[in-house]
């Protein structure tokens, strides 16, 4: 049963009129359910046991959503990589399947993708049952330990017939060999209807090599982008190559996912996009300036789903970073997917932006709803006090009325805080005098475990408009922040001692008005 609780507070800091429906929830506490240990994320996906990275081969097929994983079955930390997978039929809840693809004489199993191959070009199935085809890096320790650089990473294929439950090697592996480069992964496979061919994005070194193929098994290399383009801090992985139509016009447009790592404008792993036209041979992008896909820490390696419904192009990352991964303090388990989100285009000016929203699904997991109308904030306004469920994973939403963010009177900055009774918080805010978002966890850790966590995010923007709308998705040790039309986004974990269990809206050197918001509890996936 749901409770809705609306405040309405005129002109006046915190004098309330509380209109109450209905009783709270008798939930249970969730004491000896699984996955309920400190903090284990409740409404993210995270592996049963042990360590996860990037997601994996996800792809859409018969019903059903999978999401293999980069995963090390035996400790919390980075090992021998073999294929986790999960399967979901909302986005939302997930069930644990059987590690997929085992690493054997050829190397561990890397990052990489996979297809239905629904005319079954590579002679895997048959038309009646076409195959999943599955696109992986092999990369091989011994090479590697003898330091036989351009022998160590190769592109290689397994197949299912059964829905994904089981997975066989391709006997003709690598499908495609080195050509000579130290890092060469990551194979990311699509469909060109218009060339009628596959073809196969792969990090290599700083670059990404586009190959294709008629049946998934043949390469033939086309072209490569990236020299001079973007940002080259780091090694360049997990491409992603799709096409997104530009909302409110006919216009489509292809975009290509770049992670790479060092180098993300909060230190660490990141996520570059550009946006362009390819042809069947060729990427070709007039973009000049870098475009990052997310502004905060933890939101790596993210690809998208193949053959989702309606065309949809949704995305999971790694919510982690290379700086720190494998020391924060997890034993159970180690690593967590973002949420999912849609990822839609706009066209500003001249320039095209990627937007990212959590997928509607979430509401799958809605349980009672807050709400705020019209509430002047001046100082701090803990509204914690009215939500019941304030401590449990979150979906936020504020709309700040920021029409006057240039008269005297408007506040410096404004924002909202969670935080817990020992003094650790987590602030989301914007700076109204030097026009930028943050995300400040400084305080957010009880237990300092890398020098490289406790820090501020920012993203120069320019708010303009009436209102600000904010969203944050919030978990045990997530939030997810997505602003300015869906085109700001900000991924950030933390670890308080304690849960957070106290939300304060605050504004500094000011008054601002938040028009409208809401607080609505989501239910754990794992219940
Ligand atoms: C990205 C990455 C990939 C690689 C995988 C190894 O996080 O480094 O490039 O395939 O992780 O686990």
């Known amino acids: 049963m749901k409770t809705t609780y609306v405040y309405l507070l005129s002109m006046l800091f915190l004098t309330t009129a509380c209109l109450q429906t209905k009783s709270k929830d008798n939930e249970e506490s969730g004491a000896g359910n699984k996955f309920q240990e400190k903090f284990r994320p409740q409404v993210h996906f995270t592996p049963q046991k042990h360590w996860m990275n990037d997601p994996n081969g996800m792809v859409y097929y018969k019903g059903e959503y999978h999401?293999?994983?980069?995963?090390?079955?035996?400790?919390?930390?980075?090992?021998?990589?073999?294929?986790?997978?999960?399967?979901?039929?909302?986005?939302?809840?997930?069930?644990?399947?059987?590690?997929?693809?085992?690493?054997?004489?050829?190397?561990?199993?890397?990052?990489?993708?996979?297809?239905?191959?629904?005319?079954?070009?590579?002679?895997?199935?048959t038309k009646e049952n076409p195959p999943l085809v599955a696109f992986f890096t092999y990369h091989d320790m011994k090479a590697e330990k003898e330091g036989r650089f351009t022998e160590i990473e190769?592109?290689?294929?397994?197949?299912?017939?059964?829905?994904?439950?089981?997975?066989?090697?391709?006997?003709?592996?690598?499908?495609?060999?080195?050509?000579?480069?130290?890092?060469?992964?990551?194979?990311?496979?699509?469909?060109?209807?218009?060339?009628?061919?596959?073809i196969m994005s792969i990090a290599s070194g700083q670059v990404i090599k586009f190959y294709s193929s008629p049946n998934c098994l043949d390469w033939t290399y086309l072209s490569e982008f990236g020299e001079g383009r973007g940002e080259h801090g780091g090694v360049w992985e997990c491409p992603d190559l799709f096409p997104l139509q530009?909302?409110?016009?006919?216009?489509t447009k292809w975009v290509l996912i770049v992670n790479i790592n060092p180098g993300g404008p909060a230190g660490g792993s990141a996520t570059q996009y550009f946006v362009g036209d390819f042809n069947g041979k060729e990427f070709i992008s007039a973009q000049s300036k870098t475009q990052w896909m997310d502004y905060g820490k933890d939101n790596y390696a993210g690809v998208t789903w193949s053959n989702a419904p309606e065309s949809r192009r949704i995305l999971i990352g790694w919510m982690n970073n290379w700086e720190y991964a494998g020391e924060k303090p997890c034993i159970e388990w180690s690593g967590a997917a973002t949420f999912p989100r849609e990822l839609g285009l706009v066209k500003e000016l001249d320039t095209y932006l990627l937007t990212s929203e959590p997928v509607k699904e979430i509401e799958k997991l809605y349980g009672e709803k807050v709400e705020f109308i019209n509430q002047d904030i001046k100082g701090i306004m803990t509204i914690s006090d009215r939500i019941p469920f304030a401590k449990s994973p979150v979906d936020i939403r504020l709309r700040f009325d920021i029409a006057d963010k240039t008269k005297m009177g408007f506040p410096s900055k404004y924002g909202i805080t969670l935080k817990n009774s020992r003094g650790e918080y987590i602030t989301v805010g914007y700076d109204n005098v030097d026009s930028f978002f943050y995300v400040d966890r400084t305080n957010a850790v009880g237990e300092v475990f890398s020098e490289k966590f406790a820090l501020t995010h920012i993203v120069p923007f320019i708010a303009n408009g009436n209102y600000a709308d904010w969203r944050i998705v919030v978990d045990k040790t997530s939030l997810e922040f997505f602003a300015a039309d869906n085109k700001v986004v900000i991924t950030d974990l933390y670890y308080p001692t304690e849960d957070f269990d106290i939300i304060e809206i605050f504004a500094e050197n000011g008054q601002i008005r938040l028009g409208e918001a809401s607080i609505t509890e989501l239910k754990s996936i794992w219940k």
């Open 67 to 125: 999401l293999f994983y980069q995963h090390y079955p035996e400790k919390s930390v980075w090992g021998p990589m073999h294929w986790g997978h999960a399967i979901s039929t909302d986005l939302v809840h997930w069930e644990h399947m059987p590690i997929a693809i085992y690493p054997d004489s050829l190397g561990y199993i890397f990052s990489g993708s996979a297809v239905a191959d629904h005319n079954n070009t590579s002679g895997l199935g």
């Open 154 to 198: 190769s592109q290689a294929i397994a197949y299912s017939l059964d829905k994904g439950r089981t997975w066989t090697k391709y006997k003709g592996n690598p499908v495609v060999k080195n050509p000579g480069i130290r890092d060469f992964r990551d194979p990311k496979v699509i469909w060109h209807n218009d060339s009628k061919q596959w």
């Open 246 to 251: 530009v909302k409110g016009s006919n216009e």
